[in-house]
């Protein structure tokens, strides 16, 4: 019996957009032919999501489910073709399904996601094909973030693009609610500077001192520029360093000392962020057709 090595499993995934399970078992099944494996998955879960599975999903939605307590909470990001799906009622539905999911199972693996049971009975992946099947869009979980809480969890949704879950400790609901606001707003990476990977830092250093020298600076002061500008990248990448949406004379660090509270950790998922779209230049695509035609 041939090996099924998990490179096999990853790009019967990529052409079929089944899970990772039923790949494996089809690649097992036809002894490893990826040909007669990517047939019979076709044939198992009918062609429609087998076809649809190559597109690029970078539309979507954000589904967050927080406990009455606010001490728990879960964040999905899930992607479809276009903006029409990610309006309709069923898919909205699927995606607040999973975020509640994650949340009672804990599980935020996605290939282990998909294996879970929904109330319904069904498998995440099972009711996932179903909506490919009604949709005719390749429909895919990206991510998802559990937070189990030191202080209260708040959460903000923007639209349905943008979503965020911050964990704080201290303050009030409204200090939670104005701190999810901003960092869906502002964006930033980490917490603090101590939560900045180093080598982060240390790249921006370099780039900061190349840029000093490029421009003639004398070298006497490049060391006092290149902290300027790493001081200044962390207060923009950092929450504790961002200006406070709300007042900007303030920074939230400054915020969240007055208010003798802090945050522990945060989640903040942009629908498609970091997915590269294609493009069609519809110009160009007649005038190569019409150059066929000819």
């Known amino acids: 019996m041939a090996?099924?090595?998990?490179?096999?499993?990853?790009?019967?995934?990529?052409?079929?957009?089944?899970?990772?399970?039923?790949?494996?078992?089809?690649?097992?099944?036809?002894?490893?032919?990826?040909?007669?494996?990517?047939?019979?998955?076709r044939i198992k879960s009918g062609a429609k999501a087998s076809k649809v599975a190559g597109r690029v999903a970078a539309e979507g939605a954000?589904?967050?489910?927080?406990?009455?307590?606010?001490?728990?909470?879960?964040?999905?990001?899930?992607?479809?073709?276009?903006?029409?799906?990610?309006?309709?009622?069923?898919?909205?539905?699927f995606v607040n399904n999973v975020a509640e999911l994650v949340a009672s199972?804990?599980?935020?693996?996605?290939?282990?996601?998909?294996?879970?049971?929904?109330?319904?009975?069904?498998?995440v992946e099972e009711k996932r094909q179903a909506l490919v099947a009604k949709l005719g869009e390749n429909i895919t979980i990206r991510r998802a973030a559990l937070h189990r809480a030191t202080g209260k969890l708040a959460n903000y949704l923007h639209g349905i693009r943008i979503g965020v879950l911050v964990d704080v400790d201290g303050g009030d609901d409204m200090l939670g609610k104005d701190l999810a606001m901003h960092i869906a707003a502002s964006k930033p990476v980490a917490v603090s500077r101590e939560q900045v990977a180093p080598e982060v830092i240390e790249r921006e250093r370099d780039i900061a001192k190349a840029r000093a020298l490029e421009e003639g600076k004398p070298e006497n002061i490049v060391e006092k520029i290149v902290e300027g500008s790493v001081r200044k990248f962390l207060s923009e990448i950092t929450l504790h360093g961002q200006p406070f949406v709300k007042d900007d004379k303030v920074n939230v660090e400054k915020l969240l000392a007055s208010k003798n509270a802090k945050v522990a950790a945060f989640s903040l998922f942009v629908v498609g962020e970091g997915i590269e779209k294609k493009t069609t230049d519809f110009a160009a695509e007649v005038a190569a057709q019409t150059a066929q035609a000819r």
Request: glycine fraction near 10%; hydrophobic fraction near 40%; charged fraction near 30%.
């Open 105 to 123: 199972s804990g599980v935020t693996d996605v290939d282990k996601l998909l294996e879970q049971k929904l109330a319904s009975g069904e498998t």
């Open 3 to 41: 090996e099924i090595t998990a490179s096999m499993v990853k790009e019967l995934r990529q052409r079929t957009g089944m899970g990772m399970m039923e790949c494996k078992k089809a690649l097992a099944e036809v002894d490893g032919d990826m040909k007669k494996a990517e047939d019979l998955l």
């Open 62 to 93: 954000i589904g967050v489910h927080v406990s009455a307590d606010s001490k728990l909470g879960a964040m999905v990001e899930v992607n479809c073709e276009t903006d029409f799906v990610a309006k309709d009622g069923n898919f909205g539905e």
